[in-house]
């Protein structure tokens, strides 16, 4: 009796490793990531944990980027410059400004220095040198690949495949191609498009097209 007691036991110990042994295994929970708390929007790809805190993140001085290029005249250079406010980079605001050469600042932009971070690029940073370097770099591209020479558009650049109903001042964007001027494309917290020109008849830079 005592065996056929032990043979029963075993096979319910058995049987219940078994089912033990085919049961789902548990999901890992994420935690949930507050967006409200943060600086800027986090992409659903993005794992918050992985993402840099750049809320103590300052540049300790003014910093400056300038070029020299041909926008609002035909015959003489503009003046582009790019200026990151000293301080903390969540509370810092940095200019965009195009001066004629005669002086006459033809465009300004004042935007918060955070815009300049693309969200998508925020797990490669993993120092507050990595995030200074990288808000120095964007700020430079503004201008640096911001000036687009509309004769010399990859063929599936928005520009190119744009209708003409898409844009708010075709007529410009024509005389721009003929006159070989450049247009200023560049964008703020990955969403913010800006394609702009210098306008003769306006007498101002001036929105071309609107874009996502």
């Known amino acids: 009796m005592k065996m056929i007691n032990k043979i029963v036991s075993t096979l319910i110990a058995v049987a219940l490793l078994s089912g033990c042994n085919n049961s789902t295994p ?3 929970q994420k935690p949930v990531y507050d967006t409200t708390s943060a600086s800027l929007p986090v992409a659903d790809n993005v794992d918050p944990d992985a993402v840099f805190n750049y809320t103590s993140t300052s540049l300790d001085n003014d910093h400056e980027s300038v070029r020299i290029e041909k926008f609002s005249n035909d015959s003489t250079e503009d003046t582009f410059t790019v200026i990151i406010g000293k301080g903390k980079i969540g509370e810092t605001k940095t200019t965009l400004r195009v001066k004629a050469k005669n002086g006459k600042v033809v465009y300004e932009h004042v935007f918060l220095t955070t815009e300049l971070i693309n969200e998508y690029d925020l797990p490669a940073i993993k ?3 990595d995030m200074v370097d990288y808000i120095i770099t964007k700020a430079g591209d503004l ?3 911001g000036l687009v020479d509309l004769n010399n558009l990859y063929t599936d650049d928005f520009l190119a495949v744009a ?3 898409e844009f708010k001042n075709y007529e410009l964007f024509l005389d721009m191609k003929a006159k070989g001027r450049r247009l200023l494309n560049y964008t703020l917290n990955l969403e913010n498009h800006y394609y702009l ?3 003769d008849k306006d007498k101002k830079v001036v929105t071309i097209i609107e874009c996502c």
């Open 26 to 28: 548990p999901v890992d």
């Open 127 to 129: 120092s507050d040198k």
């Open 143 to 145: 201008i640096g690949k």
């Open 163 to 165: 209708t003409k109903n």
């Open 197 to 199: 020109g210098y306008s």
